[in-house]
């Protein structure tokens, strides 16, 4: 399930923020010393009891922990330790990985679970706080990006030099073993917030990172470039078993330094298996499985020569080869099968019904009929995928039973949502006595569907739930009513289209259905004739998909793109309650319905409503070219190429699928529109999913007719190979389009010659650099390309070498591979009061640098204004005047004639290459820089002017309305509301007036959005016909026409 769905799919109660499905309601730690230790208690459904210590480990304590507010969990002591408490204990169990937010989000399991008395009650021991350091962005508690708390503030930890010496001292003060790898963060897994720490040195002794030297001289942090730290501690090492069809069964994975590898099967055996399903909680072992048999993993391969003894608490503890080292290839990875590995099916049945069986211990055994709810016999039907209701099959005569029962006194309940959730008697080999006291049911109702890899919940590759596991369906004669029916089942509105061979990849496991042959009034997929439930031999390459229509409307308004939210939930259409919508969900809805959010009128009580804007390209010779008109509230105009770049261009195109801009003529390239010319101005940074997440303007904006109309000529598709996770799409993780799928690229090897092939395959200029990503920056999907050697001329990566020897792939460790081409170079204006004033910043090789004031002068400036969107250049600011940044200082001697398009294409030193410090940087402020101030008010009341091309000017308040006023007072901090004070005298106006018919609307939520006549000295001839303002509501300012220090405004450079 979505993001958005799981958000809107909640009980549509505007009162209470809880889902009645989640019955454990509260937790507790009792009778221990200080609050955060104790016997664990949890709440269900209003009575307070223990939890069994049966399967209670770190993991889960370390969640708990956290969701109590008290840090991490240092032990679980058990044998009562804090007392036997009272009242039931509970028999669930949990199987946290560690880094959940609460207990509520973790895995859940009680069938089969042994009795408990309250000597065997849970416990932990908390940390009782989360202390003044902590790693985020890992995959554990004890790896990922270092911060420090400062005056109750979590801050970055900044460092020119970073080593094990200071890894160290952060591992022993997170209590979290030994260091295994200190790094820095250089590209997308920088941290965004406030800056904690910078400069740091330890000997590698020392108790707590604050106890190391924190006040290196200036001299030191300025010789070098401070970034984000990083490490990864030996207590973040986790196991885990992947591919199988339960988490007690997979191939054997270990998380290690940011990353999970896979174990060489070279000895494997049972003794090796059994400390795996040990450490896990799933008991002994079955099975130790060999030569990739749950499948090939990829990226390292942590462990060779594994020779435990059985005795190990974890893995890495027993004997075996150096750490990281081995000669196996991942078709030698190791796997195991655990005696409480379990499964459920319907013995010798093809068609839903029949004797009940489980698998536990290795063996499948009968399930005793005693005590059984017909909610057990549901949850059974919908495990098997055999629908979500059923019977008891009680017409069997009377015979004696052979077969041993694995489970009897099965008693699922309204609170459980999944078989393996219900109460029943322990595992142990029972005798049902009578035929009759079996589980013998009948399943009716639709198998589950899903729908896979579509990138939402209305599209994808088909699968289908059958026996408990989950295949595909061919594609062989698939078509529209076969589509109609599965959007149908799934609330996804009606069928666009039907997909065939793979569409959205290939599939694993069985394919179950083929020659579907739907006439398209079923109401499930297993209602259609086919051939008979499989697996039938029809290759994956031949799956079926869908796209469907969502499942979202709106309803009630101008057109199909406002209204109010409603969802398709069991089989309604349902209105969403607005206490939870917010703009971020609201981005979701337009995007399920291809459109962006503009405004949200609230007048339905309980239901939110939502705006869309749409979005089109006309009068091209192609869909992905062509004039660019939007519908704002139903009305369709064009839009104003007069701020119109290529960035904004960039995500429309992506917006429209239609892959990158490649130009933006103008001149009225695509003819003359027709209707309204749209004066916004977007100012995107070209990362957005779409136009509606950029920045708007439309204050002032001068007159624009349909000689002006902007377009767009797109690149008409994503292309084979795409750029992820950088700050552009010329730079970022490589990914290759492969059968409909986008798949990750590895490499052993990854060097300037393989990224060129890239950076011109994209268009995206020359290649700056070639990384691996070796730590939290890697992809999680599937792998699109593995190995790939490249001359440097070639026209496309897949013109390369890709079918290198099996031994070369073997010798290495394939890493995620990225790029970073001279075309991801952007500029910015950072620290100041809006987008064009600050300090100037730019985007090269994954990372923000500034520019050194060294020459800096208003011929330098002019071009950042001009490259920004930004008018002319007031005022060239030099000695950090806009604060000091961080990181690189890309540029120095910087000499430009004013004539450049772009910073870098002036004459300057060296590209990175500088005898400056941060103290040094360098800013602008351009003409286009806008402000608002109340002329000498300190009450939120007076006169009200606005600077702009350098100098204040009043507002005249003619077709001034109320909203205008109140935009005003928020732009001001000086509340949400306010009015015009008319109780002025006749008197002549010396001052000039830079705006006037200022019309804010309903439409606009920012002062800076409102359209008004274009900017230039109007006189508002009449004191009266200024703009005095009275501001009431909650102000956020003490002094609202005081800024913040900054240079001086229509100041001029010394």
Known sequence: MSELEDQLKRPQSCTSRYDPSAFFTGFRLVNGSRGCEGRVEVDVEGTWGTLCEWHWDLLDAHVLCRHLNCGFAESVPGGGHFGRGTGPVWRDSFHCAGTEAQLGQCPVSSLGASLCSHEQDAAVICSAGSGSLRLVGGGSRCDGRVEI???GTWGRVLAEQWHLQEASVVCRQLRCGEAEAAYTLPKAGRGQGPVG???????????????????LPQSVLAAGIAEDVGVSCSGSRQVRLAEGRGRCEGRVEIYSQGSWGSVCDDSWDLADASVVCQQLGCGGALQAVGSAGFGAGSGHIWLDGVNCSGAEAALWECPAGPWGQHDCGHKEDAGVICSEFVALRLEKSSNCSGRLQVFY????????????????????CKELGCGDTGDLDTNLPYARVSAAAW??????????SSFWQ????????????????EAHIICHGAAEVRLADGGRHCAGRVEVKHEGQWGTVCGLSWDMKDAAVVCRQLGCGSALEAHSNAHFGPGSGPVWMNFVQCDGSEPALSDCTHNGWGPHYCDHLEDAGVTCSGFIQLVGGDSTCSGRVEI?????????CASDFDLRAANVVCRELQGSPRTQPCSHADAVGVTCTQYRLVNG????EGRVEVDVEGTWGTLCDSHWDLLDAHVLCRHLNCGFAESVPGGG????????????????AGTEAQLGQCPVSSLGASLCSHEQDAAVICSAGSGSLRLVGGGSRCDGRVEILQRGTWGRVLAEQWHLQEASVVCRQLRCGEAEAAYTLPKAERGQGPVGLRGVRCAGHEASLQLCNTSLPQSLLSAGIAEDVGVACSGSRQVRLAGGRGRCEGRVEIYSQGSWGSICDDSWDLADASVVCQQLGCGGALQAVGSAGFGAGSGHIWLDGVNCSGAEAALWECPAGPWGQHDCGHKEDAGVICSEFVALRLENSSNCSGRLQVFYNGTWGNVCSNSMTPRTVSLACKELGCGDRGYLDTNLPYARVSAAAWLDRVQCGERNSSFWQCPSAPWHLHSCEDLRDETHIICHGRSQLSDPHIFPSRPQLGSQQQ
């Open 149 to 151: 708390l400062r005056r």
């Open 197 to 215: 720490l910078r400069g740091v040195r330890c000997a590698g002794h020392e108790a707590s990172l604050q106890l190391c030297n924190t006040s």
């Open 361 to 380: 211990n290795g063996t499948w055994g009968n399930v005793c009929s005693n005590s059984m709810t017909p909610r057990t016999v549901s949850l059974a």
């Open 407 to 416: 489970l009897d006194r099965v008693q699922c309940g309204e609170r459980n």
């Open 422 to 437: 219900c109460p029943s008697a322990p595992w142990h080999l029972h005798s049902c006595e009578d035929l009759r006291d």
């Open 568 to 576: 398709h939930d069991k089989k309604k259409w349902k209105p969403v």
């Open 621 to 624: 010779s192609r869909g992905c």
């Open 669 to 684: 390239h695509f003819g003359r529109g027709t209707g309204p010319v749209w004066r916004d101005s977007f100012h995107c």
